[in-house]
């Protein structure tokens, strides 16, 4: 059987060393922990499409395709086992201020220090992280034999 994934794309908003996360509510999935700006791929829609997308739906900003940078990805397998990809868009500039823009599955917006998530963030959305603020292109997160150590255990 052909293997399938879902495609993810999650938003790096950063402003004096401090990146945007929200913290995630009433979703059925790591509510209270902290998740960046993120979404799937819908049907037909490109990865570039989707996150710009999703930083209106989820924040209220808009972003031009020519100010973002797929920085990094990472191939992550949640603890109940579903797999899913995930790449990081790292937008260089956006219009508009940054708000909650969907109460019902956010309960707040908030800027942390790039190296230093809370302790309840979305580990998948931590490995990112860290690898962004490291430069590396690629990172594997909840797999039996990361090809990233630092990441082991998250």
């Not at 808009?62 to 990805?73: F, G, H, K, N």
């Not at 230093?116 to 979305?122: F, I």
């Amino acid at each position: 059987m052909p293997y399938t994934s879902y495609v993810d794309v999650l938003l790096l908003l950063v402003r004096d060393e401090h990146v945007l996360l929200a913290q995630r509510f009433d979703t059925g999935y790591a509510d209270g922990d902290w998740n960046l700006p993120s979404g799937k791929l819908e049907e037909g829609e490109d990865m570039v499409a989707a996150v710009i997308r999703e930083a209106r739906e989820e924040i209220d900003v808009e972003l031009d395709r020519a100010d973002l940078d797929m920085v990094t990805s990472v191939h992550y397998l949640n603890p109940e086992g579903h797999a899913r990809v995930g790449f990081f868009f790292h937008a260089r500039q956006w219009r508009g201020e940054p708000r909650n823009a969907e109460p019902n599955k956010c309960s707040q917006i908030r800027w942390f220090p790039l190296g230093q998530p809370p302790a309840n963030t979305v580990p998948y959305t931590h490995a990112g992280i860290e690898l962004f603020g490291r430069g590396e292109p690629f990172g594997l997160q909840g797999w039996p034999h990361p090809a990233v150590p630092a990441l082991v255990g998250r």
